[in-house]
């Protein structure tokens, strides 16, 4: 039998290791373990209110961290959870109060002050901005404490002053999420090129290249460049190509090349993976149509607008101005003949 120490140790281990491979159900039941033999253990409270924080159980969670603070009122570590815990359930004065305790008795360490930061920028408190301005001073090359403020000054619509903050984040870290947020928060604001560039130098290191393909080539398309953004989503298709979002991509930028017969496979292939997408229905309908072959497209437009019905306007269009078409004079009758 292990010694009680080496024992509480080794729960306290197992249970952090559950917790960071996203095992909650095994976390939470080493947890018990360690309450039923330690139930005064302030450590043994604090992972049950981190597991019940990420399963989302918001009261268990307080309840957790009330008791786990009880015990030790002064450890930084459980204000801050503390603070996550209070924000997460919109209370906002009392995340506000514990992430400034953790701050006052932390005064160099920057995660408590950077969370009361982004609290006091959520609620537009008077006193945001001068603490940011110490942010400055005080941790100017902190990336993860400006891409916290980055969030939260996109989270209230400051898009442009989130910019600023993610740009800070990326200038001072190799991460590849920092330049990614700044490339999502440019891409917002219809800024393409400075978009790309972001993506582009996260890109090599980006754990998911797919998404990261999707989002260049989507500000490549609206900056009004096809051609590159179909190269983007042809590579993108070549990673995931079961992923119907690369393929319905790929369809757009190849219509917007005029190649229409690579946009109808492109199309077909978004459908087979995911036949609920009425857009890509009504595009491979209009595609087919160009194409002379209106009955494959009209069995597109049919099953574009069994899914979504609005979708008869730009069906009725198409049927009644292309060259290969229908001539309708009763649109109920139309509606019908697609209904049926």
Excluded at 146 to 172: F, H, K, M, P, S
Aim: charged share 25%.
């Amino acid at each position: 039998m292990l010694e009680p120490a080496l024992n509480r140790k080794r729960l306290i281990e197992r249970s952090l290791l559950e917790i960071r491979a996203g095992r909650l159900e095994a976390a939470e039941k080493l947890c018990g373990e360690l309450l039923a033999a330690e139930p005064d253990d302030p450590a043994a409270h604090q992972l049950a209110a981190t597991v019940a924080l990420q399963r989302d159980r918001l009261d268990d969670a307080e309840r957790w961290i009330g008791s786990c603070l009880g015990l030790r009122p002064r450890h930084v570590p459980a204000l801050i959870l503390g603070g996550r815990i209070a924000r997460a359930a919109g209370n906002w004065p009392q995340a506000i109060a514990r992430f400034e305790r953790a701050s006052l008795l932390s005064p160099n360490q920057p995660l408590p002050t950077f969370l009361l930061c982004a609290c006091q920028l959520q609620q537009r408190a008077p006193d945001a901005q001068p603490l940011m301005a110490r942010l400055l001073q005080q941790f100017p090359a902190d990336a993860d404490g400006w891409c916290e403020i980055g969030d939260t000054l996109q989270a209230i619509g400051l898009i442009e002053a989130a910019v600023t903050a993610y740009a800070r984040a990326a200038g001072n870290s190799s991460e590849p999420k920092h330049r990614l947020r700044l490339g999502a928060c440019l891409k917002s604001l219809g800024r393409w090129d400075e978009a790309v560039s972001a993506f582009r130098s996260g890109l090599t290191a980006a754990s998911d290249q797919f998404e990261v393909r999707l989002m260049i080539g989507s500000c490549l398309r609206q900056g009004g460049d096809p051609g590159n953004a179909c190269a983007e989503f042809e590579r993108a298709v070549e990673i995931h190509a079961n992923d119907s979002r690369g393929w319905f991509a790929l369809g757009l930028a190849r219509d917007d090349l005029q190649d229409r017969e690579g946009a109808i496979v492109a199309y077909r292939r978004a459908v087979e993976l995911r036949p609920v997408l009425p857009e890509a229905h009504v595009n491979l309908g209009l595609d087919l149509q160009h194409a002379g072959d209106l009955a494959a497209a009209l069995n597109s437009y049919r099953r574009a607008f069994a899914l979504r019905p609005d979708t008869f306007g730009r069906i009725a269009q198409a049927l009644t101005s292309a060259k290969t078409g229908q001539l309708w004079l009763n649109t109920e009758s139309l509606k019908k003949s697609l209904g049926g």
